[in-house]
């Protein structure tokens, strides 16, 4: 098996992906059990896998259809998934009643939703090995890192109220397909 064969379905940087695919499944896990501190560290590890897949493609010519879908079925998974999943869960501890758990509940279904679509229109775009100097939109990404500072807020009380956090996550959602330039790193 060669890692650097581009039409081999577990080359290096589809290794890398599915890395990605697995840390973002363990992060659930963890956040099922109530440990956050765990999650989000295999979430950010993540976040470095999503990184290096890209930079592992194009240094070895390995970009292909295939590792453009699966790049973002595991975005999907690690950073538009399990962040909202994170966060319903910190802030459930504070819920009072049902009520309050299915509207915040339904917003974080839109995030994802909202997330989802981006990923596909950004698949539409992208061409095997092409790069655009600007992302139109919140990156799923950014996106998760900016639900992770919510959680962070919330965790150290600098954002107690669940209905200004929920605003918030509908804020980040409509940027995902929003028309803002965020410019490629």
């Given amino acids: 098996m060669n890692l650097f064969d581009k039409h081999n379905r577990f ?30 560290i295999l979430a950010w590890i993540a976040g470095a896998c999503d990184i290096i897949d890209g930079k592992l493609a194009r240094k070895y010519g390995l970009s292909t259809e295939y ?51 981006r990923l596909i229109e950004f698949n539409l775009k992208v061409e095997e090995g092409e790069v655009a100097k600007y992302f139109e939109g919140v990156p799923t990404p950014l996106g998760a ?16 109220s669940i209905w200004m956090i929920t605003v918030l996550v509908i804020a980040i959602a409509w940027s995902l397909n929003s028309k803002l330039k965020i410019p490629h790193p």
């Fill in 67 to 117: 590792g453009i879908q699966l790049d973002s079925f595991a975005d999907f998974l690690s950073f538009v998934v399990m962040p909202p999943f994170l966060l319903f869960y910190a802030l459930k501890t504070s819920m009072t009643n049902g009520w309050e758990e299915l509207i915040v509940g339904l917003v974080f279904v839109g995030y994802i939703i909202a997330g989802l679509r």
């Fill in 145 to 160: 890192i900016l639900l992770w500072i919510l959680y962070l807020l919330f965790s150290y009380t600098l954002i107690d």
């Fill in 11 to 40: 080359n290096i940087a589809n290794l890398v992906t599915y890395l990605n695919v697995a840390l973002g499944i363990m992060a659930i896990y963890f956040i099922v059990k109530g440990d956050f501190f765990t999650a989000i």
